[in-house]
């Protein structure tokens, strides 16, 4: 048995190939088949952002840089693996290496900020799952959530100073910040999932930092279940904006952590397109993707230094 604590990142998963794109979805929708046409038109997102999202390169970069900087301040203490839920490397698979490797204590760290039982509960369940299969198992010890972590609050916070700067000075003190992060079915709230608290206290321990004018918080990315969602939906929201007459508006997607199809199509092509149609000015911040100080945050979490 190894000595080392096992750290074990999680993030979503991405299809590397348009014809990896059926599959991928067969597993986000926990095995119902979606029709054609629903391929068709999630391989038509895919196409529209290059083919693939570059999130499971983030991802293995934060890895390395994670190991790296645990290395370097704590020799010989954490392996670091990542794992994702629908995609290669999928999550079950590292769980197997992590036993091969001997290591019985694995921290879990989902790389999404805010708890939600579907969400981060579905990759406890898989590491669960996965551990079931053996008969030594591993000491799972689970991060929840993060939002909190005052690093988490501060990286959003420079983010949002550093996006305002794309607004001309002179309307500066006119842009709404609208903080967004993905949508869930509403059947959520009958389980008191903390979600939608965790978000909307988040969203405003960063806005009361900058002392922001005018902030709202949204949801996003609602997916095809034929159930309803939470909402407001950011589409809506921006239509609302319009109405009242406000002209510029920035997009804070802080449930998310780095450029994937939530981003580089819901925002950069499809909420830029509705802004255009309204007449808003949409600007969106920069993720946190595989940025040192994002790194140093995880370090924290992992370690509590
Ligand atoms: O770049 C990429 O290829 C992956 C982008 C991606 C991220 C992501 C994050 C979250 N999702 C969450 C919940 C759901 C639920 C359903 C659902 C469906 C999809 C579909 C695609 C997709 N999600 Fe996703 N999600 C990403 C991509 N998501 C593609 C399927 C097509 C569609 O409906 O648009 C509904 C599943 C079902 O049908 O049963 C629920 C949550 C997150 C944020 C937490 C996290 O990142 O893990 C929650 C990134």
Not at 39 to 58: D, F, I, M, Q
Not at 83 to 107: C, E, N, R
Not at 165 to 184: G, K, N
Request: charged residues 20%.
């Amino acid at each position: 048995m190894s000595a080392k604590t096992a750290v074990l990142l999680m993030a979503y998963g991405t299809p590397n190939r348009i014809d990896e794109v059926e599959q991928y979805y067969i597993n986000v929708r926990g095995g119902r088949m979606p029709t054609p046409e629903q391929v068709e038109n999630l391989s038509a997102r895919y196409r529209a952002v290059g083919g693939h999202t570059p999130l499971t390169t983030l991802t293995k970069s934060v890895t390395e840089q994670l190991q790296a900087q645990l290395d370097a301040e704590f020799p010989d203490q954490y392996q670091v693996y990542f794992g994702m839920k629908y995609w290669h490397p999928l999550i079950p698979d590292v769980v197997k290496q992590i036993h091969a490797d001997g290591i019985s204590k694995v921290i879990g760290l989902a790389l999404a900020p805010h708890y939600s039982k579907i969400s981060i509960g579905g990759y406890q369940k898989q590491v669960d799952r996965a551990n079931e299969e053996f008969t030594t198992n591993i000491e799972l010890t689970m991060i929840n959530s993060w939002q909190e972590q005052p690093k988490f609050r501060n990286l959003i916070a420079n983010r949002i100073s550093e996006a305002l700067a794309q607004f001309p000075a002179d309307v500066r003190d006119q842009v709404t910040v609208l903080f967004s992060a993905h949508s869930l079915p509403q059947r959520v709230l009958a389980w008191g999932d903390p979600y939608p608290d965790e978000l909307l206290g988040s969203a405003k321990g960063i806005a009361e930092m900058l002392e922001l004018p005018d902030w709202r918080f949204t949801y996003q990315s609602q997916g095809e279940t034929g159930e309803p969602w939470l909402g407001p939906d950011v589409l809506d929201t921006l239509a609302e904006l319009a109405a009242e007459g406000k002209k510029y508006v920035l997009q804070v997607p802080f449930g998310f952590v780095c450029d994937h199809l939530e981003i580089l199509y819901d925002i950069d092509i499809e909420g830029k397109h509705k802004a255009n149609e309204l007449g808003l000015q949409l600007e969106r911040i920069r993720l946190l993707n595989d940025d040192p100080a994002f790194v140093d945050l995880l370090k924290t979490v992992v370690t509590g230094q």
